[in-house]
């Protein structure tokens, strides 16, 4: 039969020398092996707890690494920065990053795409020959070269001309800096 853990403490005798009460409360025997207690009545044990010093004969490194190891409860812990799971935890963020500028890009080419339908040309055309079909387009859809019925849709038509050639022209500059 099992016994409870208050009954095997009741049978025993206080482990201190020349006492006869019951050891029914424990302590360990050493800071190595903490697992392992001696038994003792409740006198014997509040001197031992008095006397007993967990952190007798450290010097002051193993000191310090136990005060150390306590503050993490006794697991594991690395400095900021030095483990490889940061490296992987930034290679996801500038995968997002990446991910964003080709969004960003693929925004940016359809603008330049309408741009170019807007003055109806190629993507691949030249600085000269955008400027060239910009100054026709500019003075075909011009509101005082047109007649005054049709000069709100002709306004209309040559803001888009107009912005679609400065959007282009800017781009161009761009690209022009970068090289």
Not at 16 to 41: I, M, Q, T, W
Not at 98 to 104: L, P
Not at 155 to 175: E, M, P, R, V, W
Request: glycine share 2%; net charge positive; proline share 3%.
């Amino acid at each position: 039969m099992l016994k409870t853990k208050y009954q095997q403490n009741h049978n025993r005798i206080c482990n201190s020398p020349d006492c006869e009460e019951l050891g029914l409360y424990p302590a360990p025997k050493s800071r190595n092996n903490l697992k392992e207690y001696y038994y003792f009545c409740i006198d014997h044990v509040r001197a031992f707890n008095k006397s007993w010093n967990y952190f007798a004969g450290l010097n002051e490194e193993e000191l310090e690494v136990e005060i150390r190891k306590s503050v993490t409860w006794d697991r594991p812990s690395w400095k900021f920065g030095t483990k490889t799971i940061n490296h992987d935890f930034e290679k996801a963020f500038k995968f997002f990053d990446e991910q964003k500028k080709i969004k960003k890009n693929k925004v940016i080419d359809k603008k330049l795409e309408n741009c170019f339908k807007v003055l109806e040309l190629n993507s691949d055309s030249t600085l000269k020959e955008i400027k060239s079909r910009y100054k026709i387009l500019a003075k075909k859809w011009h509101p005082d070269a047109q007649n005054s019925v049709a000069s709100t849709n002709n306004k209309d038509k040559f803001i888009d001309i107009s912005n679609a050639y400065k959007t282009i022209l800017k781009t161009f500059t761009k690209l022009e800096t970068k090289k």
